[in-house]
């Protein structure tokens, strides 16, 4: 998640530098062939216009896509948050007296849960993006991605018993078998009678809660924006950026003819293609990168800001006082 004001016009530039100068060079083989004389390859531009009016809003639709999945992401998130919090002290009002360690092992299995989801939301998927080129540069120097700079085993080490950290790795769903076992606690509490039906009840709605909000995840994670709308958006913009120069050659041709300009304006073809063509291109990327909310681009959710903030909240209530530093944004980008 990007938290300063907007990104500078040079991240912007820096960025989209590799694709602007394709562009640059797109708009200029059309400029140089009509100037030596190959006249007959300008076209008209009205139907490239008709084209660009429909792909305005192809890419708008998928933009207006892209931002409901990131904001549903942000708010499945959010219920996690009031959902730990509720959760967290319904079980120490409950155990805090009585029982503190199995309320602290409870407390630290959830932080365990949470370490689980985050880094199988932050595995690759095929459809993703930040194997690009761009969002690569963009990575290097500028922020990290917690999940690929460690391994799970080793988080889940500083939460869970020894038994419990073989048992969670033999499986494939660590997150699932998590929740599971902190059913089975709640129900065998129950069965001692250390809760009444109320508590377990509310307690055991917290773990539904939990499951929900993870398969809501889990669906935005393993659902990719529709790969239909995505490619026929890929294609109509590739069509349209290499048209788009040859639409506009008879018009930045003849837009000097009777003043000192004559004849050299049509060199303004290859930059005012571009960046028309630049415009379009960059929309449909920006939408592009934020289709992903768990990936790891800069546009991402901040899972893992979410998650140190639920288990310090957490931790607090147990009175801890050497509790862990918040994840805080590196050159105004926080995962």
Request: hydrophobic share 40%; aromatic share 14%; glycine share 6%.
């Amino acid at each position: 998640m990007h938290t300063g004001r907007r990104y500078t016009p040079l991240e912007f530039f820096r960025w989209s530098l590799k694709d602007t100068l394709w562009l640059l060079v797109i708009a200029t083989i059309p400029t140089v062939l009509y100037k030596l004389g190959f006249y007959f390859i300008a076209l008209p531009w009205q139907p490239i216009a008709i084209l660009g009016t429909a792909l305005a809003f192809i890419v708008g639709f998928k933009n207006n896509a892209s931002y409901g999945r990131i904001w549903e992401a942000r708010q499945i998130y959010g219920g996690i948050i009031n959902d730990s919090r509720s959760f967290a002290y319904t079980l120490r009002d409950t155990l805090g007296g009585d029982q503190p360690e199995l309320l602290k092992k409870m407390f630290y299995r959830h932080f365990a849960w949470l370490t689980a989801l985050r880094f199988q939301l932050r595995e690759p998927r095929s459809w993703e993006n930040m194997q690009r080129h761009s969002n690569q540069d963009f990575l290097k120097g500028r922020y990290r991605i917690p999940e690929r700079e460690s391994r799970l085993e080793d988080e889940l080490n500083n939460y869970l018993p020894e038994d419990e950290l073989h048992y969670i790795l033999s499986k494939k769903n660590r997150a699932t078998q998590l929740i599971a076992l902190q059913s089975e606690a709640l129900a065998i509490l129950k069965k001692e009678g250390t809760l009444n039906d109320f508590q377990w009840v509310t307690l055991q709605n917290s773990i539904t809660k939990f499951t929900d909000g993870q398969g809501k995840a889990e669906r935005i994670k393993n659902f990719p924006y529709p790969r239909n709308f995505a490619s026929v958006t890929t294609y109509l913009l590739f069509i349209f950026i290499v048209l788009l120069p040859f639409g506009l050659l008879k018009e930045y041709s003849k837009l000097g003819d009777g003043t000192f300009l004559e004849g050299y304006t049509i060199w303004f073809n290859i930059f005012l293609s571009a960046v028309v063509a630049w415009a379009f291109h960059i929309l449909d990327t920006i939408g592009e990168s934020a289709v992903n909310p768990f990936e790891g681009s800069a546009n991402d959710i901040p899972i893992t800001q979410i998650s140190r903030t639920i288990e310090i909240d957490m931790r607090d209530m147990l009175d801890e006082k050497a509790l862990p530093e918040p994840v805080l944004p590196k050159n105004n980008i926080v995962l």
